[in-house]
């Protein structure tokens, strides 16, 4: 049983200032705009410098969500970042994050699920809520996956942006519309080689070979995860919506993971929604992994689409492979 209510109190995002557009991407790999804008929806990215890491996106994302709540720095009692190309293997990026905000002795862990790592970071904050052991917890999803990108491979490469989202997940109060109504995460490993980073960890640690090999990129089977993606997105939402006692109607804002233009439609139509309940701006964004959906949401908030007392769906799906949703009352 549940002492308390979760919500989200607000957001916040940040991207790189370099963008990269398809005209680009055609003078470094076999392709074109045209097939990239039909095949996927993108048209540009954000890419991080040299010097540029998750750490510095994950905290200027922070700053911006801490700033547009009511929550002050000293209230914030946990920081979870979800990442796959965090600063470092270790320390972790919400240790970095921790100590750049100036929040030292605040407990702070990076999880690791792919694309649907702020769906299950969001799912784990909710707990710590709920059970009264924290009021206010720092959800943050940032990737970089340019700097692990096969610029040889124009079947991964034209795909990946950079960015950052954050949201602060806090106690409602009993007077509060606002809460987190329920969430679902799931996993099937045994698919985890359709996209994976290979080397770099203990089963192939870095060596001269691993790199000439590119081993220490992504590589994804994209065609073979396709059909996946969205009926993994379609049955954790549709659970989440039966054990809630509500229909797809009733959901003023589905904030898919933007992977693809075709996946997101292709869940709309299974999910009988029209485009116009679906936040999508990955033409702008590419997929930036685990900051897609906080991304979409803050952009979202800040052009008065979505407003306080919106029920939203979130869902995501990535490596691992994982998937999950959320559903709750902004
Ligand atoms: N430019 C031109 N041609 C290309 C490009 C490109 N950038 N990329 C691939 N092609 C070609 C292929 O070589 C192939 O050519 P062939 O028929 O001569 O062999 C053809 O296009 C079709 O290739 P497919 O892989 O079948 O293309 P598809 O329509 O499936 O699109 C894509 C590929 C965009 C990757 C798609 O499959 C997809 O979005 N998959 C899901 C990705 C996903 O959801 N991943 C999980 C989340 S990501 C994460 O967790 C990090």
């Known amino acids: 049983m549940s002492l308390y209510r979760a919500k989200l109190s607000s957001f916040g995002s940040h991207a790189p200032a370099k963008i990269v557009n398809n005209f680009d991407l055609e003078k470094i790999v076999d392709t074109t705009d045209e097939w990239i804008r039909t095949r996927t ?9 040299e010097t540029e890491a998750a750490s510095d996106l994950a905290y200027q994302a922070a ?17 979870i970042a979800a990442t796959v190309t965090g600063d470092h293997a270790f320390p972790s990026t919400a240790c970095i994050v921790q100590h750049k905000l100036g929040l030292n002795h605040v407990p702070a862990f990076d999880i690791s699920a792919g694309c649907t790592g702020f769906v299950y970071a969001l799912d784990m904050a909710k707990q710590y809520v709920e059970n009264g052991t924290k009021n206010h917890v720092l959800v943050i999803g940032v990737d970089v996956l340019s700097k ?11 795909l990946f942006g950079d ?21 679902l995460i799931d996993a099937d490993g045994s698919m985890g080689d359709l996209l994976i980073q290979a080397a770099g960890g203990s089963r192939q640690p870095a060596s001269h070979e691993t790199v000439d090999q590119n081993l220490h990129t992504v590589y994804m089977e994209g065609n073979k995860i396709f059909k996946s993606a969205i009926r993994s997105m379609y049955a954790s939402t549709m659970e989440l919506l039966k054990r809630n006692k509500m229909t797809a109607e009733d959901v003023d804002w589905v904030i898919p993971h933007q992977a693809n233009l075709r996946i997101i439609e292709g869940l709309a139509s299974k999910l009988k929604v029209p485009m116009s309940k679906v936040i999508v701006n990955i033409e702008k964004y590419g997929n930036t992994s685990s900051a897609t959906i906080p991304l979409a949401a803050d952009e979202a908030i800040r052009n008065n689409k979505i407003r306080r007392g919106d029920i939203l769906m979130l869902t995501s799906f990535g ?3 994982t998937w999950g949703s959320v559903l709750l009352r902004y």
């Open 41 to 49: 929806g993108m048209f540009e990215r954000h890419h991080c410098s």
């Open 63 to 79: 700053l911006n969500a801490i700033q547009a709540s009511q929550v002050r720095f000293k209230e914030i009692d946990l920081i």
């Open 148 to 158: 692990i990108t096969n610029w040889e491979d124009r079947n991964t490469c034209v």
């Open 163 to 183: 960015g950052a989202g954050a949201t602060i997940v806090s106690r409602a109060e009993s007077s509060d519309i606002s809460h987190i109504m329920d969430t």
């Open 319 to 321: 490596a691992g492979l």
